[in-house]
């Protein structure tokens, strides 16, 4: 499970490109894609390109972003980071 204080990467097997504003993520080792919708690529986008972000932060700024209550912005950060994290196209640290 994704906790608040933890900073995500996309797996280094991972490939994932941007398409019409949307995300697709290509794990290597088995060959299943994932598509991204608009609040997810959202997210993977705040985490920022230094990858430097934990999950608090990034939910901050999805609060802010969307105007929308923290506590809603973390539930889906966390559930949306699980996921992927389900689906081994991210890892946590």
Same mark, same amino acid.
Not at 15 to 35: P, Q
Not at 37 to 51: A, C, P, V
Not at 53 to 59: K, L, P, Q, W, Y
């Given at each position: 499970?994704?906790?608040?204080?933890? +900073?995500?990467?996309?797996?280094?097997?991972?490939?994932?490109?941007?398409?019409?504003?949307?995300?697709?993520? /290509?794990? /290597? +080792?088995?060959?299943?894609?994932?598509?991204?919708?608009?609040?997810?690529?959202?997210?993977?986008? /705040?985490?920022?390109?230094?990858?430097?972000?934990?999950?608090?932060?990034?939910?901050? /700024?999805?609060? +802010?972003?969307?105007?929308?209550?923290?506590?809603?912005?973390?539930?889906?950060?966390? +559930?949306?980071?699980?996921?992927?994290?389900?689906?081994?196209?991210?890892?946590?640290?």
């Amino acid at each position: 499970m994704i906790m608040l204080d933890e +900073k995500i990467h996309i797996r280094k097997n991972v490939l994932w490109k941007i398409i019409d504003g949307e995300i697709i993520l /290509l794990n /290597l +080792k088995n060959s299943e894609y994932f598509s991204v919708n608009d609040t997810g690529s959202k997210i993977l986008e /705040l985490n920022g390109k230094d990858r430097q972000r934990t999950v608090a932060e990034i939910s901050s /700024l999805l609060a +802010k972003e969307l105007q929308i209550s923290i506590e809603t912005a973390r539930r889906d950060t966390q +559930k949306f980071l699980n996921t992927l994290l389900k689906y081994q196209l991210i890892e946590a640290d």
